[in-house]
Antibody
């Protein structure tokens, strides 16, 4: 079955760079049409889409955050990595990764999320 | 890209039907049949309930249905059950390879 799991630091300091890893199973990012997205949710607030990477290494970013985000993949390890630079307390959120299909634009399987707190 | 507009809260009694609206623009909801809906219980990850406007994934109850008119998408839950109490989020493709979410709606089953 399809599973995804996010991992990374629970606490980062302002101005630091956050690196999150999504490790998945049950599908391969070398399969045509397969994609993985990152989404975040500040405590008590709405979901926000951040980025997506496709099987062919195409990458897409949120317009408002694109200067701070980098998404990459390691197909051999079944992992997708998201980095976010210059972290600020407003970036405190639960970060999720999720699977999607190219041109389908819906997220069918989600990880359980990882809470990242930005504080000095 | 602005977030889609959803009512902050809706409520209904068991057995009743409720509808949650999701209003976007002609650049997102109105231009594509790519609206999805997610259910999120407290402390849990979102779960896909509707995709491509009105399609249900395998395993999702047929009490959940989706529709669209113009720039507004809707999620209807019929035969309301206590377990339906959760937050619901709409999401739409917004062109230029961008996804946009709604602000979320808290459903209370009275």
């Amino acid at each position: 079955q399809v599973t995804l799991r996010e991992s990374g630091p629970a606490l980062v300091k302002p101005t630091q760079t956050l690196t999150l890893t999504c490790t998945f199973s049950g599908f391969s990012l070398s399969t045509s049409g397969m994609c993985v997205s990152w989404i975040r949710q500040p405590p008590g607030k709405a979901l926000e889409w951040l980025a997506r990477i496709d099987w062919d290494d195409d990458k897409y970013y949120s317009t408002s955050l694109k200067t701070r985000l980098t998404i990459s993949k390691d197909t051999s390890k079944n992992q997708v990595v998201l980095t976010m630079t210059n972290m600020d307390p407003v970036d405190t959120a639960t970060y999720y990764c999720a699977r999607m299909y190219n041109s389908a634009w819906y997220l069918d399987y989600w990880g359980q999320g990882t809470l990242v707190t930005v504080s000095s | 890209q602005s977030a889609l507009t959803q009512p902050a809260s809706v409520s209904g009694s068991p057995g009743q039907s409720i509808t949650i609206s999701c209003t976007g623009t002609s650049s997102d909801v109105g231009s594509y049949n790519l609206v999805s809906w997610y259910q999120q219980h407290p402390g849990k990850a979102p779960k896909l309930m509707i995709y491509e406007g009105s399609k249900r994934p395998s395993g999702v109850s047929d009490r959940f249905s989706g529709s669209k008119s113009g720039n507004t998408a809707s999620l209807t839950i019929s035969g309301l059950q206590a377990e339906d109490e959760a937050d619901y989020y709409c999401c739409s493709y917004a062109g230029s390879s961008i996804l946009v979410f709604g602000g979320g709606t808290k459903l209370t089953v009275l």
